[in-house]
């Protein structure tokens, strides 16, 4: 079994592209529905849409549906939502949405909860953003990513000279990102501004797996090329190895919400990173070595 | 035995040695750790208050944390913690004499009541640093205000707004905050406000108010805020504070007090004045004699008060007025705190005057400071919790102890690199440069395992030890410059926003790459090679 996969792998590889490319296609389209369903590409959170967020790290002793009804009830138009958050298993807070962006506002529901679960002021945190902020930085991401990837592409062409490695680069940068956000949107997950850092900081990652098949296969000459791919693949697999495992211990034990979302996306980013780069990479550099060989040829 | 030598032989090592002691100077702030400080330091000093007329000055924003002054005790009783402070602090009585001995001097504190009537030596007061590192309003809480002009502005402008809120926190005793300018790719300015410990809400709603004060007769504005018109603003018990000729009254919605305090005008503004005043008449009326118009106090358009004009003050161009106004809320107590919040804000516009323009408040955050500290803690336990596990994992795959060693160290030292530079340059720890640093260690991680195969590998045996590391070198230095390149843009997107984050990936990528990796490489290449 395992060695007729590694036989498809070796030979097949123009064909197993498809993969990766099909994935490409189905997320374009998952977030193209999303988009034509509610008006965004993702499911913003509040501090991407505007309205605010009031954390409680304190056992209320009352369950999170109660203290929603009962918020429902005494604030009826401010749209108020409950969510729970939890460490290794065990429920440590939990954070009230609400459309409110006026303080006036914000601090009649603040004075209500302190009341009802006897609060101190510092055991809360609040987050208000107005709504025009959030529009405002999402649209600003997108211009930074744009730039983000012509500058990688100028530097990938500066590093190896060549120009279907800085191709290759940017490309895979695009579908992690693209296929990243597709899953988390399957989630049903809310995005912070900290899953976008996330999201940036899977480039940072599947780089280090990008430059490491480039180096090993167009500028080295030792052992056949499919030894280099598997010597880049042993490497890049023990990397993809230890990040996967700190993730999911940060994904298990990590308290704060906004740190989980991060490790939730890298996770997923990890976990598509490896398509990306074994298949993806991996074939369009194959692709590239061969035409090369085959005009050296025809010379 | 020989090899550790030649470890510590090492040019690379070396390198990486200095700037660790380097880092442990900046951290520690000199040569002896300082991680036993208890007490309590002082964060800022109240203007005219009783600390401040003994002498103790606010901290200068620039000095770093273990600068700041530390008190030690109050009346010989030894201070440990925050508690003990305000425990002592809550039992003080107006008119006595209170020492308080700090870690530079040792100050002799008279006690007066304020203008709400309660006795407060003006401190604010923090758990004293252990090391030089800035902890942000993610771990340390406090209160985030991002704010944005409501048209566009010139620079100059924007500077001015930005003394100006600086000026009103001062006014409030706040001085160890950060006010900044952002602005995003799209150029629209932002200013960024940081603040921390517990803020009262009355200084976040005062942050976004333009602060126009106008004084009016009739249609004629006869003087402004600022320090243009207005030359001295009352703020002690003797003239400010609820208006005794008011006071409070309730009634079936609730209740209402009245405060008052004085202003001296300057002479042009007084002066002008008394050319509007001369031009009225006097009605006579129940109770006296009165010119004709009221003096209305504006704010931000919105009428806040109305004053009768004495007859007597007719043309003349008197300099001392008295402004007042009113709280209300639903009982009494909460009328006066109202009435003196109130009569704080108008104090504070009327002493640092209007901004040049509306500013509107996009995104404002209140960060719990025992959130911070739990916050903190779960981090470090997580960060130990993942080290130990991919630790484990690198040992399966390489089934050599003696990889692992290095490995840890560097990457401790990397970490230890970017908190000495934090340190230096005094930037905030926060939540964005938190992602940063996972990013680096990621990263760095990824590199170690790039450094030990480059090394290790199979195809490599043909080649001699200066060609792997270089080899292994130049892969590291690619993805470096790559990374750079995705992490410029973020400087400027989202008002500023991801720059911390940008700002330690770069960083902790720098110093990993450029310092820590090669001793890695280093220390790999002496204990593996046979």
């Keep these: ?299 | 035995m020989n090899k550790i030598k030649q470890i510590f032989m090492n040019w690379r090592v070396i390198l990486l040695l200095i700037f660790l002691l380097f880092s442990y100077f900046s951290i520690n702030g000199g040569f002896f750790p300082q991680f036993w400080n208890d007490g309590v330091a002082i964060r800022s000093v109240g203007v005219n208050s009783t600390a401040s007329r003994a002498g103790i000055e606010n901290p200068s924003p620039a000095s770093t944390p273990l600068e700041k002054e530390r008190i030690l005790s109050l009346n010989g009783e030894t201070i440990h913690s925050v508690e003990d402070y305000y425990s002592f602090a809550e039992h003080l009585k107006a008119n006595r004499t209170v020492t308080l001995e700090t870690n530079e001097n040792i100050y002799s504190l008279r006690t007066a009541k304020d203008e709400n009537g309660a006795v407060d030596l003006g401190l604010k007061v923090y758990a004293a640093p252990t090391s030089n590192l800035r902890k942000g309003l993610d771990l340390e809480g406090g209160t985030r205000v991002l704010l944005t002009p409501a048209e566009p502005i010139s620079d100059e402008d924007l500077e001015s707004t930005i003394g100006n809120l600086r000026e009103r926190l001062n006014v409030y005793g706040l001085s160890d905050i950060v006010v900044r300018a952002a602005s995003d790719l799209s150029g629209t300015d932002f200013i960024l406000i940081e603040i921390a410990g517990v803020t009262e809400d009355e200084i976040k709603e005062l942050l976004a108010k333009q602060g126009k004060f106008e004084a009016k007769v009739g249609n004629e504005t006869v003087f402004f805020g600022g320090e243009k018109d207005v030359t001295y603003v009352c703020r002690s018990a003797d003239c400010s504070g609820i208006d005794p000729q008011v006071g409070c009254s309730t009634h079936s919605e609730g209740a209402a007090c009245g405060f008052f305090f004085s202003i001296t005008l300057s002479p042009e503004a007084a002066e002008r004045q008394a050319q509007v005043t001369n031009q009225l008449t006097v009605t006579s009326e129940q109770g006296g004699d009165y010119l004709s118009e009221d003096l209305v106090l504006f704010l931000d358009d919105v009428e806040v008060d109305r004053l009768r004009i004495g007859a007597s003050l007719k043309g003349s161009a008197t300099t001392s007025v008295q402004i007042s106004g009113a709280g209300i809320g639903p009982t009494q107590e909460q009328a006066l705190t109202a009435a003196l919040q109130n009569m704080k804000k108008l104090q504070t516009i009327m002493i640092t005057g209007s901004l040049p323009v509306k500013l509107d408040i996009v995104k404002l955050d209140t960060i719990s400071p025992s959130l911070g500290k739990v916050f903190l803690r779960n981090v470090m336990l997580v960060g130990l919790l993942a080290l130990t596990a991919v630790s484990g994992v690198v040992l399966v795959r390489y089934r050599k102890i003696v990889v692992i060693f290095p490995m840890v160290l560097v990457m401790l030292s990397e970490l230890v690199l970017i908190m000495g530079f934090a340190a230096l340059v005094g930037w905030n720890l926060d939540l964005a440069s938190i992602a940063g640093l996972i990013v680096v260690v990621g990263t760095g991680m990824n590199h170690f395992i790039i450094i030990t195969d480059e090394t290790l590998r199979k195809e490599a045996v043909t080649l001699d030890w200066k060609s792997r590391i270089k080899n292994a070198l130049f892969i590291i230095m690619g993805a470096y410059v790559i990374n750079l390149g995705s992490l410029i843009p973020l400087f400027w997107a989202g008002a500023g926003l991801l720059k911390g984050f940008a700002l330690t990936t770069i960083i902790g990528m720098s110093v990993g790459v450029l310092i820590a990796r090669p001793a890695y490489a280093a220390i790999i290449e002496i204990l593996l090679k046979e």
């Design chain 1, 1 to 299: 079994m395992l060695q007729k996969i590694k036989h498809v792998y070796e030979t097949k590889y123009k064909l197993l592209m498809i993969i990766p490319l099909l994935l490409l296609i189905l997320s374009l389209v998952q977030i193209g529905v999303q988009y034509a369903t509610t008006g965004d590409f993702v499911n913003k959170g509040i501090s991407l849409k505007g309205g605010s967020t009031i954390t409680i790290t304190k056992d209320l002793s009352i369950s999170p549906l109660e203290v929603e009804q009962s918020l429902q009830q005494q604030f009826p138009s401010a749209g108020i939502t409950v969510r729970t958050f939890s460490s290794a298993g065990r429920v440590t807070g939990i954070a009230i949405d609400s459309a409110l962006q006026d303080s006036a506002e914000i601090s009649t529901l603040t004075k209500a909860l302190s009341e009802q679960f006897m609060l101190e002021k510092t055991d809360y945190s609040i987050e208000v953003v107005g709504s025009s902020l959030g529009t405002n930085f999402f649209k600003q991401m997108v211009i930074a990513l744009v730039f983000s990837f012509l500058l990688m592409g100028v530097m990938v062409i500066l590093y190896f000279r060549v120009f279907i490695t800085s191709l290759m680069v940017i490309l895979a940068a695009f579908c992690d990102i693209v296929i990243t956000l597709a899953v988390f949107n399957l989630t049903g997950m809310k995005l912070h501004p900290a899953g976008i850092a996330a999201l940036l900081m899977m480039i940072g990652y599947s780089v280090d797996g990008e430059v490491i098949i480039s180096s090993r296969l167009i500028k080295r000459q030792d052992g056949t090329e499919l030894e280099r791919i598997y010597g880049a693949l042993r490497t890049g697999w023990t990397m993809t190895q230890t990040t996967l495992m700190a993730v999911i211990v940060a994904l298990i034990f990590v308290q704060s919400e906004i740190v989980k979302q991060i490790m939730l996306i890298l996770l997923i980013g990890l976990i598509v990173d490896i398509i990306v780069t074994w298949i993806q990479n991996v074939g369009i550099l194959r692709w590239h070595l061969e035409r090369k060989r085959a005009k050296h040829l025809k010379q």
